[in-house]
């Protein structure tokens, strides 16, 4: 391989392992906040409500 061949295979994988690099941070940031998420929520806000609006609770099988 030529020199020219050479220098631009590397150019390339430095980029690519800069690249890597940086979607491994996403992964892990976006893992976090699924945690998160995950974590912050008591009830599941599409889910049935367990109180009426002057605050009686729902009585279940009526």
């Not at 020199?3 to 590397?10: D, F, K, P, T």
């Not at 929520?41 to 367990?50: F, L, M, V, W, Y």
């Amino acid at each position: 391989m030529n020199e020219q061949a050479i220098s631009l295979l590397q150019q390339i994988l430095e980029q690519q392992q800069k690249q890597t690099c940086l979607l491994e941070t996403i992964a892990s940031q976006n893992l976090a906040l699924i945690e998160a998420l995950a974590d912050g929520e008591g009830t599941d806000p599409d889910g049935p409500p367990s109180s009426y609006l002057d605050g009686s609770p729902v009585l279940a099988g009526r």
